[in-house]
């Protein structure tokens, strides 16, 4: 599955995101509202992560995406 994917579905993948994500807060999440480049940016200021690192997350998150 690609990010788009992820992001039409954003309702129900908020839950996978929280999970997979635990140090996001609901509000964070519910603002990146599927934006592929909000998420790479969480990433990196909550958990450190370089934006190559934040994108490879992503990538593999989608990839693994089961609805």
Not at 2 to 18: L, S
Not at 21 to 27: N, V
Not at 52 to 65: C, H, S, T, V
């Amino acid at each position: 599955m690609n990010w788009d994917q992820v992001k039409g579905n954003w309702k129900q993948a908020k839950g996978a995101v929280r999970q997979q994500w635990g140090d996001l807060t609901d509000d964070e999440v519910e603002q990146a509202a599927g934006d592929r480049e909000r998420m790479e940016g969480l990433l990196q200021e909550r958990y450190g992560k370089s934006k190559e690192e934040a994108k490879a997350e992503l990538d593999r998150f989608a990839a693994d995406y089961n609805h």
